[in-house]
């Protein structure tokens, strides 16, 4: 039997190969999520580097968030990604989820997201 780490790794490889078959030269929208935090990333995948991120670690953030490791701290996250990414021209990523469900934190991040003006 797979202990809980490998099931993690198997489900992130899975979805990962599955975004490469599809989602062409896009970038890649990943999310990471804690207990305790949320982070974004919109990453260049041709040219392997970070073209915007965003994390309930920022110092600005982190005094006007209750606790970063919730909806509304996912919702911030997601409206800050989309900007940075509009500000490096950005508009239409991937959106990698990471292995993780796509509900709650994550969901929430995604339709941020969108809502800033990110297209996946």
Known sequence: MADTKELTTRRRRRVR???RKKGGLK???SVHRS???MYAQVIDDVKGHTMA???TLEKDL???LKTGGDKGAA???GKRIAER???AGVTEV???RGGYRYHGRVKALADAAREGGLSF
């Open 17 to 19: 190969y599955n975004l």
């Open 27 to 29: 970038p890649r929208l």
């Open 35 to 37: 207990n305790q935090n």
């Open 53 to 55: 991120a965003a994390s």
């Open 62 to 64: 982190r005094d006007s």
């Open 75 to 77: 919702a911030e996250i």
């Open 85 to 87: 990414a509009k500000s």
């Open 94 to 96: 991937i959106f990698d």
